[in-house]
């Protein structure tokens, strides 16, 4: 178990990928991220400042107070889940984690981009970033500060959208991520509202994964679609998990116990290197969503995370599944 938390940590980047809002979502144990979510300042001021951007750079108001960072940016290097927020903002990445590079949403818009890693910083040097981003739990941040500015967020300081725009922000595009989180809140509340007068307003839903050979349940705020289905769309949570994975974002619970914190409906959030046997017994195949056919499995891999990027294709998957369109 503790091997499993590391890597969880680890794999949110995402905390590094234990990827939930009151808690740690893609990215982090069961991935980071997922979550997949996540921090950057919260009261943060406007980014752009007339008097410095005449100039080729702009404040940014970061965590740890006011910083100077291009005013546009053109090799970014991202050591975190943040990759799918500056794709979608247009903004070109000079490196980014392994995490995003397997990300089979991100393969043909990262086909030539290198990974990079923090243990590695004269290899991100050699690639000459004006601007870094990273999370509270990036290592040898001090030497990265020297090879370009570097902007740290912590994890779920905020929530997922605020963190956008927050990275908005610090690429000089908070218009650009304002406009695009005001459209994603009216799209994902319909296809809530359309959602809910399917199922009812009462159903509850489950997001599952396996990882390192464990099963995690999640919050509302770890990436795997969470945000979505209990934020934006309102979905319930099943009692079960509200109890047990709302404070850290996420909970390992064992196949014996699993059919306790099934709802009517299931996302699997599978990861195809880790065996699924499981599905395979009796306990999993008498749980009551299992046999109605309520369970919608998708590949972990592409839905660890809350970037702007995977919050789109997690809303379409959930539009597919649920509504059949």
């Known amino acids: 178990m503790k091997k499993a938390l590391i890597s969880l940590m680890m794999l949110f980047v995402i905390i590094l990928s234990a990827c939930g809002n009151n808690n740690s979502g893609h990215n982090a144990e069961p991935g980071n991220t997922a979550a997949t979510n996540n921090a950057g300042a919260a009261n943060a001021s406007p980014s752009a400042d007339a008097a410095t951007e005449a100039t080729g750079t702009i404040t940014f108001q970061s965590e740890s107070g006011p910083m100077e960072v291009p005013a546009n940016p053109q090799r970014v290097v991202v050591l975190s889940s943040f990759v799918g927020d500056v794709l979608q903002l247009g903004v070109p990445l000079a490196g980014v984690d392994s995490w995003s590079k397997d990300n089979p949403n991100f393969a043909d818009k990262l086909k030539d981009v290198p990974v990079v890693s923090e243990e590695d910083p004269e290899k991100i040097l050699e690639l000459d970033p004006d601007l870094i981003i990273g999370l509270d739990t990036t290592k040898n941040v001090d030497k990265l500060k020297q090879i370009a500015p570097t902007v740290i967020f912590t994890y779920n300081k905020v929530d997922y959208l605020t963190q956008f725009i927050e990275v908005g922000k610090a690429l000089n595009k908070e218009k ?15 296809i809530g509202n359309e959602i809910k007068a399917k199922i009812g307003e009462d159903a509850t839903v489950t997001v599952i994964e396996n990882f390192d050979k464990d099963l995690y349940v999640f919050g509302d705020a770890w990436g795997r679609g969470t945000e979505i289905l209990y934020q ?3 979905l319930k949570m099943q009692e079960k998990v509200k109890e047990m994975a709302m404070k850290d974002g996420w909970y390992s619970l064992s196949l014996e ?4 914190y099934v709802g009517d409906y299931l996302i699997f959030s599978q990861t195809k290197e880790t065996a699924s046997s499981f599905t395979n017994t009796d306990t999993y195949k008498n749980i009551p969503a299992v046999k109605n056919g309520h369970v919608f499995t998708a590949d972990a891999k592409g839905f660890y995370f809350n970037d702007a990027l995977t919050l789109d294709y997690q809303l379409n998957f959930f539009k597919e599944q649920f509504l059949g369109n």
């Open 232 to 234: 934006a769309m309102g």
């Open 257 to 260: 116990v699993l059919p306790e």
């Open 176 to 190: 650009e991520a304002t406009a695009w989180v005001e459209d994603f809140k009216a799209r994902a509340a319909q």
